[in-house]
Nanobody, 127 residues
Framework: QVHLVESGGGLVQAGGSLRLSCAAA????????MGWFRRTPGKEREFVAA????????DYTDSVKGRFTISRDNAKKTVDLQMNSLKPEDTAVYYC????????????????????WGQGIQVTVSS
């Protein structure tokens, strides 16, 4: 059973924008923080952004602060990542994931703190 499905990836020129969306088929989605991660060839999957269960707190890795925005719609069971001012180094496969702990004040950044993962979606930024 597929629990998380990403969409919205693709090819964009440097300086452009993309909006990723993650649709969740998970019970109690509204009670869990969600995160976005990315993986580039030859590197470990890395944290990008997270949003807590009620949307009141967000967290970003330094390299995307001011350019990316994470948001969620609990009624629609979606979590989005708006990516602006994209750079070639943002090229990666992007994954959404669910934080393991319900109603946590904030989500962590560790891979092993997330229990459900999407299949990933490619984002390519050309120079």
């Amino acid at each position: 059973q597929v629990h998380l499905v990403e969409s919205g990836g693709g090819l964009v020129q440097a300086g452009g924008s993309l909006r990723l969306s993650c649709a969740a088929a998970l019970r109690s989605f509204a009670h869990y923080s969600m995160g976005w991660f990315r993986r580039t060839p030859g590197k470990e999957r890395e944290f990008v952004a997270a949003i807590n269960w009620d949307g009141s707190r967000t967290d970003y890795t330094d390299s995307v602060k001011g350019r990316f925005t994470i948001s969620r719609d609990n009624a629609k069971k979606t979590v989005d990542l708006q990516m602006n001012s994209l750079k070639p180094e943002d090229t990666a496969v992007y994954y959404c994931a669910r934080y393991y702990l319900a109603e946590a004040e904030a989500a962590g950044r560790g891979l092993n703190e997330y229990d459900y993962w999407g299949q990933g979606i490619q984002v390519t930024v050309s120079s």
